[in-house]
């Protein structure tokens, strides 16, 4: 590790590279597993989809002799709106070929972006959030800002719903482009099922990792602008354990300006 500080209860950790960021982040949440197993008969945990998740996810796989895998219960925490069943491009899809496929949780369980109606959909998979309160939170930041898609103009800190339906702006959609999930903005789908910012916070630990210099800005107002929805990360800095994993590239502007 290179550096680390703290922003208000948030601790923020800077490595020197992708590989070294993933894989401290993969040996925390181990850690944590190992811990809430001893505590309890099973762990849920929450997950993210985004290419920033890789050597995280890589990493964690390796870790398939550590744990009763089958005494924790997955579940991820966003998803497209109308893409076919199985597309590449579905967060389904990704956590299926990166993770799930890899190990052998007790229960996985997704989002329905195909779902025939999708509030419904939204309403049962917020009772599978509080039958199976969240232990642990993995996550990443867009280069927006937003949690999850919760994008800016759709945060809610307050928001009353666990799941919901949102539009998704255009820096986010952009995003998808920049990341190689598609080739081009209008193949991007316009609409999401997220999970709100309460149901992320309500997560007894959070891991979130921010690797890339495309987000090196969202670092910066995660945790030097005022909390608040335009920034709604910024929202990490309220909960009491979290841990923000930063690489080089991410802590860019950071450093550029000797805050740390």
């Known amino acids: 590790m290179l550096k680390e500080l703290k922003v208000d209860d948030l601790d ?17 949440v181990g850690n944590l597993i190992a811990r809430l197993l001893n505590e309890k008969a099973y762990v849920n945990i929450i997950f993210a989809a985004a290419p920033s998740q890789n050597e995280f996810l890589s990493t964690l796989i390796k870790k398939e002799d550590d744990f009763d895998w089958e005494r924790i ?10 893409l076919p069943n199985n597309h590449h491009a579905l967060f389904s899809s990704f956590l299926k070929m990166q993770l799930f496929k890899h190990l052998p949780f ?11 109606d999708p509030r419904a959909e939204c309403e049962r ?4 959030l509080i039958q199976y309160p969240a232990d642990i939170v993995c996550m990443g930041i867009g280069e927006n800002g937003h949690i999850a898609f919760n994008d800016p103009h759709v945060a809610n800190f307050n928001d009353p719903l666990k799941v919901k339906i949102v539009d998704l702006d255009l820096d986010c959609r952009q995003q998808q482009v920049n990341d190689g999930c598609f080739s081009e903005l209008n ?12 149901s992320l916070m309500a997560g007894k630990h959070l891991c979130c990792m921010v690797p ?7 670092v910066h107002h995660t945790l030097f602008n005022e909390i608040s929805e335009k920034c709604p990360a910024s929202v990490l800095r309220g909960h009491p354990m979290a841990v923000l994993f930063l690489d080089e590239d991410s802590n860019t502007l950071i450093k550029y300006l000797n805050l740390i």
């Open 12 to 28: 923020v950790k800077v490595y020197p590279d992708r590989l070294s960021m993933g894989e401290a982040a993969a040996n925390m």
């Open 73 to 82: 219960n997955a579940f991820h925490m966003d998803e497209y709106i109308g």
């Open 106 to 116: 007790h229960t996985v369980n997704y989002i329905n972006g195909n779902a025939a």
């Open 125 to 128: 998979y917020a009772d599978l």
């Open 187 to 198: 193949e991007v789908p316009t609409h999401a099922i997220t999970l709100t910012i309460p």
């Open 212 to 218: 890339g210099k495309n987000k090196a800005m969202a």
